[in-house]
């Protein structure tokens, strides 16, 4: 039984697959050299050593160590380091191990997020069933799955995990749920006929996919693909190659921190050279006063600043159902442009509803909320009963019967058992008021044709306790309608009017909604079994059912807030192109006249043709995993943010390449959220637009706290250069310099990232990606700020020197004046350009009283206790002296209360844009 290497280890030949869906049963079995009883077992056994285990590769994973060493791998990183070697060189013993401290912690999380993102190609191996069910040699045999070859013929039934990919050859009944591949909620009807070659995948009704569920019915096939040559595999090989993007905030950071480490050894050697070859300081002296230059500059808190205002976005964001995994996705959010949105479950309900019944005569409305029955029948939005309808009263007791769902309520939640279309027209019926007991009892099932794809209908046989035997059918509407003659009319029948039924089959597709015919006849009192010959003609039409998954009401205005907020969205789902566009329509993503793509038109674009395809068209149907991932990558080539929204296997590769990857935390897999930055505890699209909305708020808190934080290294760098320039003493010491760093970065500072919202952050644009951190307005503010602080305190000192202070006293005075200086322009940093003379700024964040509070108690023992001011050189001031401090250090707040509003004009007059 010896077969072609290609056919069996395809994924390792340049030999293309066959196309095993679109063969014949008997040419399968002949390509694989096998047949319906199975491989013998030598056979079996050298298949296997030939090919292997029928398992994923293991990825080739980084060492724990090597991980942890990368995490200092930056250049921010660096200059802390530097900062802390430094500090040691002066035996400040404390200051050091602080700043070291810093670095390990977020070294720590670094290599701690890592560790998470790696479990999601681990937590696909789990998707591989351990046992099967194989005939070798015409023998039943439960299996180890790792066993399994090509050309072993497996038995599936209702339960069962698929161990392997299966081209089908005996189907009953079966049905699959692929959602975990194909994103489709509904469980895949399966068939042993072979599909067209171009078949998408989630239109392949002759394949079974290892890791897929089988959810009804029986089926037999053979193993066409094992491992990693799987298409489960296919997508595990595809998540290791993909790249993830390293996050705006953290490009940003990069570059800033390489400016900032130029820029220190720049100015520090200047001065350094400045003080030995033209004012005549000895090496030594001037060795300690670059040191003191570069420790000012260095802003030590930055970045446990950074991580803990993003540490606080997660928690709110966490409030709002919104989980993240990676703290830089909290910033990344908020300079989102494009959200990729799968559609069932996250746009819509995940429910399936009954809403509309069609009869000869009218179109009924029916209202009510997922699978609990209560709800209204209306025309025209006026309520009927039921019961005054006949035609409409006969439908739904037939809907209810030839059923074989069932829905009821365990611990006060309504839950369905069963298909969902099927539970859609039981919760229909008990709308009707119909008791499905009841209904049963009375009109009991004498047998019945189950649904399957080759006749595409259920049929039922009832009899009531007087005899009369009824027989109702459901099904697709255009095989119903081929099978009746006569229409029920007014409780009457009549000719079937075909063009009618057509077009009210239309206008329930074109809304989005899956339509199924209900049609009945009457049969003698005596007849027990229900043939095929039985229905296929004859029938009389009782009318149609409109059933569809709606939309949420909370994300059609989330995604209103989205276009507002300069937000595209892309709907891409696995579902049919008409339903995604019907219910796009519904939600506002699209106007009348848009179309939708499917897969196979992606497939015949190439890389110029799909940078216009993303930037013209916003609704993507039936596509695979590789078409997701190159959707992403083409928005991202147009300078885009993405945001990807997912829950199965086939999503976790565009996940991990999108900017922003958000599983599924209720139907989601655990290969989607491991390879998501985000996670959703409610599975709904509002809660993506909130945490944008939060995120917005962190990058501004962010901007506001580098924009306080900056303006201190910068005057105490401007009044040590000053000071050297004119020869004079440091009016501030190196530790004295790290103190002020430090209490202000975990008071002041800290309180910044408890902002609230400033403004309407979601009635604005998103910032341009390539926007940096540090815009004009930025500089010029730092700048601006920071020559105010340097001006006040080497004039302070300068002048208390000048009226013969002692040189400690003129320090803590130098020192103290910094920090009230920082004090007061907290207050002006709470509203970037708003004004800040209001109540409004003492409002909304208690933090920030909070922090001045501790600032002042910390200054007082700096100034007072005996500890600090032996260990910082300082000595005790006079309430005079207090009050000659607070005076100076007001003048910030309203200098740069002036510059505000002096902005504020040239942005309404149109000056400064």
């Known amino acids: 039984m010896a077969t072609d290497d290609s056919d069996l280890q395809h994924g390792n030949s340049d030999t293309t697959p066959p196309d095993w869906h679109a063969l014949p049963g008997e040419d399968v079995f002949e390509r694989l050299a096998s047949a319906s009883q199975g491989l013998d077992k030598t056979e079996a056994e050298q298949r296997l050593k030939q090919i292997g285990p029928n398992r994923l590769r293991a990825q080739q994973s980084e060492s724990a160590l090597r991980r942890l060493l990368r995490q200092f791998n930056n250049v921010l990183i660096y200059v802390l380091l530097a900062a802390g070697f430094i500090t040691l060189l002066l035996g400040h013993w404390i200051d050091s191990g602080v700043i070291f401290g810093v670095v390990i912690i977020n070294a720590l999380i670094g290599f701690v997020q890592e560790g998470k993102a790696q479990k999601a190609l681990a937590a696909i191996q789990q998707l591989l069933t351990r046992q099967a069910r194989v005939r070798r040699e015409g023998q039943v045999k439960t299996l180890d799955a790792e066993q399994l070859v090509p050309g072993d013929v497996v038995l599936l039934q209702s339960g069962d995990k698929v161990p392997a990919d299966l081209r089908l050859f005996k189907s009953r009944q079966l049905r699959i749920d692929e959602s975990l591949l194909t994103g489709e909620s509904v469980a895949a009807e399966k068939t042993s006929e072979p599909d067209k070659a171009e078949s998408l995948l989630a239109d392949r009704h002759s394949m079974a996919y290892s890791g897929t569920l089988v959810t009804y019915g029986q089926g037999t096939g053979v193993v066409v693909a094992t491992g990693n040559e799987s298409e489960v595999g296919r997508i595990s090989d595809m998540l290791q190659s993909v790249v993830t993007l390293t996050t705006p905030l953290l490009q940003k950071i990069a570059q800033f921190s390489r400016w900032l480490t130029g820029a220190i050894l720049v100015i520090a050697s200047a001065t350094l050279a400045y003080g030995i070859f033209i004012k005549d300081y000895t090496s030594g002296e001037m060795f300690l006063a670059a040191v003191s230059l570069a420790v000012a500059a260095i802003p030590e808190g930055l970045p446990a600043i950074m991580t803990i205002t993003l540490a606080i976005g997660v928690q709110r964001m966490a409030r709002r159902n919104a989980i993240i995994r990676r703290l830089p996705a909290v910033e990344t959010l908020g300079s989102v442009t494009v959200i990729c949105s799968d559609k069932t479950g996250t746009l819509t309900q995940n429910v399936m509803i009954a809403r509309n019944v069609v009869t000869a005569k009218q179109n009924y409305e029916i209202s009510g909320n997922g699978y609990e029955p209560y709800g209204d029948f209306s ?37 369905l058992h069963g298909d969902p279309t099927e539970g ?89 909604q899956r339509v199924l015919a209900i049609a009945f006849n009457t049969t003698d ?137 958000v599983a599924m935390g209720k139907k989601g897999t655990e290969v989607a959220r491991e390879a998501a930055e985000m996670v959703l505890a409610d599975d709904n699209f509002a809660s993506i637009a909130r945490a944008i909305e939060e995120g917005r708020i962190v990058y501004d808190n962010l901007k506001k706290s580098i924009m306080f934080i900056l303006p201190t290294n910068g005057a105490q760098a401007l009044t040590l250069v000053v000071a050297i320039l004119l020869g004079m003493m440091l009016p501030i010491t190196p530790v004295q310099i790290l103190w002020i760093n430090m209490v202000t970065a975990v008071t002041l500072a800290l309180s910044l990232a408890f902002e609230p919202a400033e403004g309407q952050v979601m009635a604005r644009p998103p910032r341009d990606p390539e926007e940096p951190i540090f815009t004009p307005f930025l500089i010029w503010r730092i700048l601006f700020v920071s020559l105010i602080l340097a001006v006040g305190t080497f004039g302070l000192f300068f002048w208390e020197r000048g009226q013969g202070t002692g040189l400690d006293e003129a320090r803590t005075m130098a020192v103290n004046v910094l920090v009230l200086f920082e004090m007061f322009y907290l207050l002006n940093s709470r509203f970037l350009i708003e004004n800040s003379l209001t109540w409004r700024v003492f409002m909304n964040n208690r933090y920030v009283l909070y922090a001045i509070g501790l600032l002042i108690l910390l200054q007082l023992a700096f100034t007072y206790w005996g500890p600090l001011q032996l260990l910082f050189s300082t000595t005790a001031l006079a309430l005079t002296d207090w009050a000659r401090l607070i005076l100076i250090a007001a003048s910030v707040f309203f200098i740069v209360e002036l510059e505000k509003w002096i902005i504020r004009r040239w942005i309404k007059t149109g000056t400064l844009r």
């Open 424 to 512: 859609a027209l039981v919760v229909m019926g008990m709308k009707a008021g119909l008791d499905p007991l009841y209904q049963n009892e009375q009109w009991p099932r004498g047998d019945a044709i189950p649904f399957e794809s080759e006749h595409r209908f259920m049929a039922t046989l009832h009899h009531d306790h007087a005899g009369h035997g009824f027989i109702y059918v459901k099904g697709a509407p255009e095989q119903i309608l081929s099978m009746c003659s006569r229409q029920r009319t007014d409780g009457e029948t009549s000719p079937l009017d075909t063009p009618y039924w057509h077009e009210q089959m239309h206008q329930l597709a074109e809304n989005g």
């Open 379 to 415: 025309v025209d939005r006026n309520s009927i009963e039921v019961e005054s309808d006949p035609v409409l009263s006969e439908l739904t007791r037939a809907a209810l019967l030839c059923n074989d769902a069932k829905v009821e309520k365990v611990e006060g939640q309504w839950q």
């Open 525 to 661: 009192s005596d007849q027990r079994e229900l043939n095929f010959n039985d229905v296929e003609a004859g029938l009389t039409l009782l009318g149609m059912v409109g059933i569809m998954d709606p939309p949420r009401d909370e994300a059609i205005e989330s995604i209103r807030q989205c276009y507002a907020a300069g937000i595209r969205i892309k709907m891409i789902t696995g579902d049919h192109a008409t339903t995604a566009l019907a219910i796009a329509r519904k939600m506002g993503i699209v106007a009348g006249d848009s179309k939708a793509l499917t897969g196979a038109d992606l497939d015949q674009s190439d890389d110029a043709a799909l940078q216009k395809i993303v930037r013209e068209t916003d609704i993507f149907a039936r596509v695979s995993p590789e078409q997701k991932l190159r959707l992403v990558e083409a928005l991202q080539t147009q300078n885009n943010v993405v945001a990807m929204t997912g829950d199965g296997v086939n999503d976790a590769p565009a996940l991990k390449r999108a900017d922003v990857g």
